[in-house]
């Protein structure tokens, strides 16, 4: 049986990264330091989510064959 990501999650992830890098580039432009913050947190959520996907399904396949 094969287990995928959902293509809606991971889109979401994919999404959270880009608003993230275009808070960073805003951040640099306007040499906010808060957005700049922001911009680095936003974007290691999106990396984080995307990875927990990941993560995620390979433990769910090793699981089911297991079984």
Request: a positive charge; hydrophobic letters at 55%; glycine letters at 14%.
């Amino acid at each position: 049986m094969s287990v995928r990501v959902s293509p809606i999650s991971k889109f979401a992830a994919i999404m959270i990264m880009a608003l993230g890098i275009f808070t960073l580039i805003g951040g640099l432009a306007t040499g906010y330091l808060i957005l700049l913050g922001s911009g680095i947190g936003i974007t290691a959520l999106g990396i984080v989510l995307y990875a927990l996907l990941y993560w995620f399904t390979r433990k769910v396949q090793k699981e089911i064959k297991g079984a």
